[in-house]
């Protein structure tokens, strides 16, 4: 009886001699990982110099980050240029901190409706004028193996005085095009089932106990730090570039916006400069910056901003292994699993 999820050779797929063995090593493909997301960094800063040149405005760049945990403000921040469009991180993995830092009201915290809260209270609880908001999954919870990659990106800007838009976005980065999503493949496979293992034992209790620290549902650490951080990475450039393309098409009309009351509700200039023995510091949630958007609609872009549920079409497609499927009727039917959220 195995103990392992099997692997199919083409799920692997580590014989391909057309691919030099440099190609396959984990450092290189974290590199190509973190190259990319840096790009995308530095093309979304030059986007918002132009705005400012072609006199749209001084936009700042805040992020709010549950799996990246200030990976995407620091990728940011490596760009050693731009700095006047680089706000600030809120670094929210906890879901309390989602809550107490940017208002998340939601209860599912991996949805389409959490992200739009997240990057909602980017800019109601900063005066950053672009929000850019990630949740989900570079390591589930036990129990929820199959939700490996899941990602919800949620993007905020102002596009007048009174209006946010929001879009939202799912993405599963198990499942992007490429061969590297095979060691998503390879550490969900390598899980130890439970179970099995349990079955395997019933006879021998020292036995279950010796190896009960191999039944916690996930791999070995080094596999598991290599996928979450290829996750991380992968969100991060996706992320900014999705934020690109929102720019743009709220370009077309008449945002991206920076508000006209922006500047007086900004702490540093009108309280530590002007009125330092004034000032002591304030809450997260700043009676400094509630006057000025007492008054803010929120508006979304796509539907399913507000949608509430992890399953059906709407949301990311879980990462479900081709080893979970069978041909049935010339359709393809996932297999049930003892897995569930």
């Known amino acids: 009886m195995s103990l392992l999820r099997t692997m199919s050779s083409a799920e692997l797929d580590i014989h391909d001699e057309s691919e030099s063995f440099d190609l396959l090593r984990a450092e290189d493909i974290l590199h190509e990982a973190r190259s990319e997301a840096h790009k995308s960094a530095h093309k979304l800063l030059v986007y918002l110099a132009n705005l400012r040149k072609n006199q749209r405005g001084l936009h700042t760049i805040g992020t709010a980050e549950s799996l990246t945990g200030g990976l995407m403000f620091s990728t940011l921040t490596d760009i050693p240029m731009f700095g006047a469009h680089k706000y600030g991180c809120f670094g929210v993995y906890h879901s309390d901190a989602k809550r107490i830092f940017l208002g998340v009201k939601v209860n599912d915290v991996y949805t389409h409706r959490c992200a739009k809260e997240m990057a909602e209270g980017i800019l109601k609880n900063s005066n950053a004028s672009i929000g850019i908001a990630v949740t989900g999954n570079a390591m589930p919870w036990t129990g929820s193996q199959e939700k490996l990659g899941e990602v919800f990106i949620g993007i905020a800007a102002y596009s007048n005085d009174n209006t946010i838009v929001c879009e939202t976005y799912a993405i599963n980065m198990c499942k992007l095009q490429g061969r590297k999503n095979n060691q998503c493949n390879l550490w969900y496979n ?52 999705k934020a690109i393309k929102f720019l743009r098409k709220l370009n077309l009309g008449s945002g991206p916006h920076v508000p006209s009351w922006m500047p007086r509700s900004y702490i540093e200039y009108n309280y530590v400069y002007n009125e330092p023995d004034n000032f002591r510091g304030d809450s997260c949630q700043s009676t400094v910056l509630k006057p000025f958007r007492n008054n803010l609609n929120v508006i979304c872009n796509n539907q399913n901003c507000i949608d509430e549920t992890r399953e059906g079409s709407n949301n990311a497609a879980l990462f479900v292994d081709s080893s979970q499927m069978e041909m049935e009727g010339g359709r393809q039917k996932k297999k049930h699993s003892k897995k569930t959220n």
């Open 190 to 241: 390598t899980i130890i089932d439970e179970l099995e293992l349990q079955k395997e034992f019933e006879s021998d209790e020292n036995k279950k106990i010796r190896f009960k620290r191999f039944t916690d549902g996930y791999n070995d650490s080094i596999l598991t730090s290599f996928v979450s951080n290829y996750i991380r990475n992968k969100t991060t450039q996706i992320a900014f570039e």
